[in-house]
């Protein structure tokens, strides 16, 4: 939503200005469809040229969570405590061997049935039940715990970012491609020197449209939709963040509400949990 708040902002305020202050959008129309072909054409060869096949899907799944925004909403974030107080506490109550069935085969559980938007997160999913499976296997130490567990998330955040990067760097590239098609446009009009001066005004004005089109793109369009979707890859890595509170707490053999308090203050303010809204959840879940 506030993409397209955006762009119609920039849009609207630019052209606007321009066409208030007595500019004539007929040469920049014109011009914009051959300088938009070369400027556009360049700046996705070359991002194609620079990126993975797979750095490419993701940038183009990126504008979308652009669109749509954060994957966690505040609702995910209190499942995600319920979900870990119940394994917490099966955990405490019966032993590591109560979780077998559910830590093997998640999707058949019903406890992370009780979850879906967590269960179909394959990397939460992943790391919630290869953290157990650490546990299984008496790797209990909670220093060691959270380093392997960071580094887990760091390598999952790392690719995550590709995306932004590759499309970030495509920005920092684009006012030079528009450099380069302006000119292209400047060659043109010096192979036309014996036209009358409106002709070769117009021309040069053509040429200048290439500039205007790859700043404009670059910092007006590209380079915003590179950092809010960094901004949503940071947000949406706090969710794994408190997976590993709340698993490293319950290895340092707290009880399962006081892990869950610890992942909970550690939640994003804007989408955190009230705690007696925890708590009062907690006693309403089926018991172990």
């Known amino acids: 939503?506030?993409?397209?708040?955006?762009l119609v902002m920039v849009f609207g305020l630019v052209f606007g200005g321009f066409m208030l202050s007595g500019g004539n959008m007929d040469i920049v129309l014109y011009a914009l469809p051959y300088e938009g072909m070369m400027i556009g054409g360049a700046a996705l060869g070359a991002f194609v040229i620079a990126n993975s096949m797979t750095v490419i899907k993701s940038a183009?799944?990126?504008?979308?969570?652009?669109?749509?925004?954060?994957?966690?909403k505040a609702s995910d974030y209190e499942a995600l405590l319920n979900l870990m107080f119940e394994l917490s506490r099966l955990y405490k109550q019966k032993g590591i061997l109560a979780l077998d069935e559910h830590i093997e085969t998640p999707k058949d559980s019903a406890i992370f049935q009780r979850y879906p938007t967590i269960l179909k997160d394959h990397f939460a999913t992943e790391l919630i039940t290869d953290s157990f499976r650490m546990l299984a296997m008496?790797?209990?130490?909670k220093y060691q715990t959270e380093?392997?567990?960071?580094?887990?998330?760091?390598?999952?955040h790392h690719e995550a970012l590709g995306a932004a990067g590759a499309i970030q760097t495509m920005a920092d590239g684009l006012p030079a491609i528009g450099i380069v098609a302006a000119v292209l446009g400047v060659i043109k009009t010096m192979s036309s020197i014996d036209q009358p001066p409106?002709?070769?005004g117009k021309m040069i004005g053509g040429a200048l449209v290439g500039t205007f089109l790859g700043v404009f793109l670059a910092y007006c369009m590209v380079q915003p939709i590179s950092g809010r979707l960094k901004q949503i890859e940071d947000e949406d890595g706090a969710f794994y963040m408190i997976i590993r509170d709340i698993f490293v707490a319950m290895v340092a053999n707290h009880p399962p509400n006081i892990c869950v308090e610890?992942?909970?203050?550690?939640i994003p303010t804007s989408k955190q949990p009230d705690f007696y809204r925890v708590e009062a959840a907690q006693k309403e879940l089926p018991a172990a």
Do not use: A, C, S, Y
């Open 262 to 266: 610890i992942g909970r203050g550690n």
């Open 138 to 141: 008496q790797f209990d130490d």
């Open 147 to 156: 380093d392997v567990i960071n580094r887990k998330i760091k390598k999952h």
């Open 198 to 200: 409106e002709v070769l």
């Open 60 to 72: 183009m799944k990126g504008i979308g969570k652009v669109m749509k925004g954060p994957k966690w």
């Open 1 to 6: 939503m506030t993409l397209i708040l955006g």
